[in-house]
C-alpha cells in the first residue's frame, strides 16, 4: 500500500497485490498427484506409507484398532497377453470402481502396483475383516469384471495388535 500526497495532502493509496487464488489450485493438484495412482485416482504407496505410519501411531498411542487387507487381481496377466493393456488398465480402473463402491468411505484404498491393492480399515477388528473378505470375494465372482476379464480375487487380512510395523508387513 502506498499512500498518494499531493501538496501535501494525502488523496488516496495505492494498492498493488497478487491474487494467489491460481497458484494455491496450483499447490493442491501438485499434492494430489504426488499423492494418487494416475491410472485409478486411489491413493498410491506413497501416501500408503503416511496413512500406514499414522494408523500404527493411532494404536499405539489409543489403542485405535485397523486391519489391513491385501488384495490381487487372479490370472491379471492373462487379460494383458491376450487382450492386450488397455484392456488390462480398464480392468484395473473397474476393480479400483468395484473397492471404492464396496469399501466404508472412512477407509482407504491404495493401489499398491500393478494389480495389487492394499485397504486400510480403520477401527475394525479381525472378525469384521474377514466377513468383509467374504462379501467382496462373493461380490467380484458376480460382477461383469469376472466374466469379462476371466480374473478373480484373492484377498488377505490381518489385524494390527502392536508388533513392529516391518514384521506386520
Given at each position: ?166 514384521l506386520f508387513f
Open positions: 500500500i502506498t499512500p498518494i500526497v499531493e501538496d501535501d495532502f494525502l488523496i488516496g493509496f495505492i494498492t498493488i497485490g497478487k491474487n494467489y487464488d491460481l497458484e494455491q489450485e496450483q499447490n493442491e493438484q501438485l499434492k494430489e498427484d504426488l499423492s494418487l495412482d494416475s491410472l485409478t485416482k486411489l491413493l498410491n504407496k506413497k501416501a500408503f506409507e503416511t496413512k500406514y505410519k499414522n494408523a500404527i501411531e493411532g494404536y499405539l498411542k489409543h489403542k485405535d484398532s485397523f486391519c489391513m487387507m491385501f488384495i490381487d487381481l487372479d490370472n491379471f496377466k492373462q487379460v494383458n497377453d491376450t487382450m492386450g493393456h488397455d484392456a488390462g488398465d480398464n480392468a484395473i480402473k473397474e476393480s479400483a470402481r468395484f473397492l471404492r463402491e464396496n469399501i466404508r468411505k472412512s477407509d482407504d484404498i491404495f493401489r499398491f502396483g500393478g494389480d495389487e491393492f492394499i485397504v486400510l480399515l480403520y477401527a475394525t477388528k479381525q472378525e469384521d475383516a474377514s466377513i468383509l473378505c467374504q462379501k467382496l470375494e462373493d461380490l467380484f465372482l458376480k460382477s461383469p469384471m469376472a466374466s469379462n476379464y476371466k480374473i478373480g480375487i484373492s484377498i488377505g487380512y490381518k489385524e494390527y495388535k502392536g508388533e513392529d510395523a516391518e
